[in-house]
């Protein structure tokens, strides 16, 4: 069967999925789940993802959630082109550059964290962008130095080609823009980014291209 990815345009987690899939040459169908109307509270979308989070992909063999395992699940299942370096040192270096997106800096300024952020600063308009500015520039910080040591030819992260570190970048680096952090003070996540939106498949993923934007 064609997998089936069910999604939200502006969702970084979806995202990188959607980035993924693309490069890959999968061909798939995408189901929108309103993350702003709540559909993903709904009890049709919890019986595909009990969390009520996107993304979520149907696959022969069942539904595939949180995007790190279905990145992982994709490499091993469509391992070319590959979208993790050969050698085992860069291998590690571009999982743990992923991780720090997706561990430490995603979760803490995605859509239900800063609702609630903004619900302990007595409905402060500003404080989910003031908190998530704060946390994603703290992110960057790092993330800067450790591309450093390894970015390669053509302003890509870990070698001369794209990898996961791309895939994660690139929608953290669209919050980043959305809460205006300042981006001159990290040349090289600003340079990778053009680097995989230079990608034909990966800025077929940008969120204004899905049909579910506005």
């Known amino acids: 069967m064609?997998?089936?990815?069910?999604?939200?345009?502006?969702?970084?987690?979806?995202?990188?999925?959607?980035?993924a899939l693309n490069y890959k040459g999968v061909d798939y169908d995408y189901e929108p789940v309103d993350l702003a109307g709540g559909a993903?509270?709904?009890?049709?979308?919890?019986?595909?993802?009990?969390q009520g989070l996107v993304p979520a992909l149907k696959v022969d063999g069942g539904v595939l959630t949180q995007s790190p395992a279905i990145l992982e699940w994709m490499e091993e299942t469509w391992p070319e082109p590959a979208l993790l370096p050969h050698e085992p040192i860069l291998r590690a270096r571009t999982?743990?550059?992923?991780?720090?997106?997706?561990?430490?800096i995603h979760p803490i300024q995605n859509l239900r964290i800063l609702k609630a952020?903004?619900?302990?600063?007595?409905?402060?308009?500003?404080?989910?962008?003031?908190?998530?500015?704060?946390?994603?520039?703290?992110?960057?910080?790092?993330?800067?130095?450790m591309a450093e040591p390894d970015a390669g030819a053509g302003g890509f992260l870990f070698g001369t080609g794209p990898s996961l570190a791309e895939v994660y970048l690139m929608p953290q680096m669209f919050n980043a823009e959305r809460f205006g952090v300042d981006l001159e003070r990290f040349p090289k996540l600003v340079a990778a980014n053009a680097a995989a939106q230079s990608v034909p498949e990966f800025a077929a993923a940008h969120p204004s291209r899905q049909p579910d934007a506005r």
């Open 2 to 19: 064609k997998p089936v990815l069910y999604g939200y345009f502006r969702s970084g987690t979806t995202y990188r999925v959607r980035a």
């Open 40 to 50: 993903q509270s709904g009890e049709a979308y919890k019986r595909l993802n009990p």
């Open 95 to 104: 999982r743990a550059f992923c991780a720090a997106i997706g561990c430490d």
């Open 117 to 145: 952020v903004k619900a302990m600063k007595d409905s402060d308009p500003d404080a989910g962008t003031e908190w998530a500015r704060h946390w994603i520039t703290v992110g960057f910080e790092a993330l800067e130095q």
